[in-house]
């Protein structure tokens, strides 16, 4: 049997943001979204996952590119001044890695992150990551102490098949052989104690190589590449003008992404694929 979990990521990151959570959800094939909680529009996104609790919600764990729960104090900073998270993800992760006293604050904020989730009264059913930064090795550890303490019980493990991405698109090679590799190592790290804690994950994601570009084109022709078992793919949905979304993802084609998940092609090739649409928790979603 074939399986899909559609999920949005960036909820409560914008309104804009969202425009593309609600549009997805209600007129399109989405199945979940994950909330970024330092987000601006995070209050509007929580008003809508409490109005619509068969959207699942997951969390959009942020420690880069973001804004953050807690104010920081001492030396090393996790946030600047303002308290912003870096932009550059290749630093922080060196950083998070490196740097043993910034552990105890990661700690802090990730449990921040989930607690200001739970206390607006958003169940959390998964957790990924903004820019994946919840498969970096210290990101991750942490995660496998508190995902079960708070009963979150599935994952984006992320992985993509790097054959059949180049086979369907061609741009940025060099770039993709790099995220391929180095997902693959962190995934093969992560598996394992997934699953000794008995956490879920999808059998495949789909979205890292093409990330911010998944078009109608490319989904209907990826979407025959879906394999037996579960498959995620994530999406980042949006609607412009959106002030936040140009400046933060300026070559993010957002409303070409929700274009795919509100398409009639998206839902007929579904069908004849004869993929059924679920969410983590298992709950089938019927074609818009």
Partial sequence: MKELVINADDFGLSNGANEGVYRGWEDGVLTSASLMVGGDAFDEAVAYARANPLLQVG??????QGSGVLTQHGLPPLTDASGCFGDDPVLAGMR???LKPLRKKLHQEIEAQIRKCLDAGVELCHIDGHLNIHMHPVVFDILCELMPRYGIKSFRLTRENLAANLALDRKRVVGKCADAFIFASLAKRCRPMLDRLGIRYAAEVKGLLNSGRM???????ALEGVGEGLTEIYFHPGRRPCETLERRMPD?????????LTSPKTAQKLAQLGIRLRNYRGEEKTYA
Avoid at 215 to 221: A, G, V
């Fill in 59 to 64: 969390l959009h764990l942020t420690l880069v």
């Fill in 96 to 98: 998070f890695f490196f």
């Fill in 215 to 221: 078009t109608e084109q490319y989904l209907l022709r």
């Fill in 252 to 260: 993010y084609l957002h409303d070409q992404e929700l274009a795919a």
